[in-house]
């Protein structure tokens, strides 16, 4: 199973991206898929998991500007961020976890960047 993320980017605070990640191999529709970030010298902080049943959980930090949305049919998860602070900065990196694993599937990470 392969996680491949995109969309990352700099971009003013204030402004916007939207993530793909896009999963190769397993039964993506299965999956929990999650979005965490890591920015520099600070350790991976979740932003938020979508169920294969549509259910979204976000962290404090992030809720009411970023939204999480799959599309089984293109095996694709998305993070749109609005409203981006600099606190935002990070590598932003997707995963896939199911039940039956002992440890979810990671993707690269892409970086985005906010600039004050």
């Known amino acids: 199973v392969q996680l491949q993320a995109s969309g990352g980017g700099l971009v003013q605070a204030g402004g916007s991206l939207r993530l793909s990640c896009t999963v190769s191999?397993?039964?993506?529709?299965?999956?929990?898929m999650g979005w965490s970030r890591q920015a520099p010298g600070r350790s991976r902080e979740l932003v938020g998991t979508?169920?294969?049943?549509?259910?979204?959980n976000y962290s404090n930090s992030v809720k009411g500007r970023f939204t999480i949305s799959r599309d089984n049919a293109k095996n694709t998860v998305y993070l749109q961020m609005n409203s981006l602070k600099p606190e935002d900065t990070g590598v932003y990196s997707c995963?896939?976890?199911?039940?039956?694993?002992?440890?979810?599937?990671w993707g690269q990470g892409t970086l985005v960047t906010v600039s004050s």
């Open positions: 995963s896939a976890n199911h039940m039956k694993l002992v440890r979810p599937y």
């Open positions: 191999g397993g039964e993506f529709s299965g999956y929990v």
């Open positions: 979508i169920t294969s049943g549509g259910v979204i």
